[in-house]
T-cell receptor, first 112, second 115 residues
Framework: EDQVTQSPEALRLQEGESSSLNCSYT??????LFWYRQDPGKGPEFLFT???AGEEKEKERLKATLTKKESFLHITAPKPEDSATYLC?????????????FGKGTHLIIQP | NAGVTQTPKFQVLKTGQSMTLQCAQD?????MYWYRQDPGMGLRLIYY???????DKGEVPNGYNVSRLNKREFSLRLESAAPSQTSVYFC??????????????FGSGTQLSVL
């Protein structure tokens, strides 16, 4: 059963056109919601961790928010260098596994 | 500051061949992980090691073995490679194992093709 679902799978925006990416999760007792950025041919790079509903974090043109059921990654006035795949993840719950379980990602393209 | 280093970056194997993927981290992290990433499937955990001397299965361990050689190094071995193991493999390490806040640092990946 998927614990993390991301939408849309792909998103194409014009430079400067703001939008939001969605990450919904079904775990109980959330121990953190993580956002990562992945560039082609590279490993994921950490962006944010959110722990409680209502929490927000910002980094340059990115702002991550969290509710009890989902998280949003808002991208304001994006630039072409923001093009990447954005992944969200939560800690494994149950089954004894350590580490994070990831969504399938949103592939974001910013056209100049 | 190298972070997490994986070797090799690319590898082509024939079905039935064996190989070991190497991973080393220089951040003094206790936990290390091996993930595979496939189109449409996302990142899936193969094995992890919460501390030196311990290893545990993740979501997709079949066909793989691991060794936590010391605190720095965590290797992934394919004993008899199969085409289904064609994937991009990522090693990661964590500075806060367990109890939440599993912020992972990833290597740049190994692209493996099994023919």
């Amino acid at each position: 059963e998927d614990q993390v679902t991301q939408s849309p799978e792909a998103l194409r925006l014009q430079e400067g056109e703001s939008s939001s990416l969605n990450c919904s999760y079904t775990v109980s007792g959330l121990r953190g919601l993580f956002w990562y950025r992945q560039d082609p041919g590279k490993g994921p790079e950490f962006l944010f961790t959110l722990y409680s509903a209502g929490e927000e974090k910002e980094k340059e043109r990115l702002k991550a928010t969290l509710t009890k059921k989902e998280s949003f990654l808002h991208i304001t006035a994006p630039k072409p260098e923001d093009s990447a795949t954005y992944l969200c993840a939560v800690p494994y719950s149950g089954g004894g596994a350590d580490g994070l379980t990831f969504g399938k990602g949103t592939h974001l393209i910013i056209q100049p | 500051n190298a972070g997490v280093t994986q070797t090799p970056k690319f590898q082509v194997l024939k079905t039935g061949q064996s190989m070991t993927l190497q991973c080393a981290q220089d951040m003094n992290h206790n936990s290390m992980y091996w993930y595979r990433q496939d189109p449409g499937m996302g990142l899936r955990l193969i094995y992890y090691s919460a501390s030196e001397g311990t290893t545990d299965k993740g979501e997709v361990p079949n066909g793989y073995n691991v060794s936590r050689l010391n605190k720095r190094e965590f290797s992934l071995r394919l004993e008899s490679a199969a085409p289904s193991q064609t994937s991009v493999y990522f090693c990661a390490s964590s500075d806060r194992p367990g109890g939440g806040d599993e912020k992972l640092f990833f290597g740049s990946g190994t692209q493996l093709s099994v023919l």
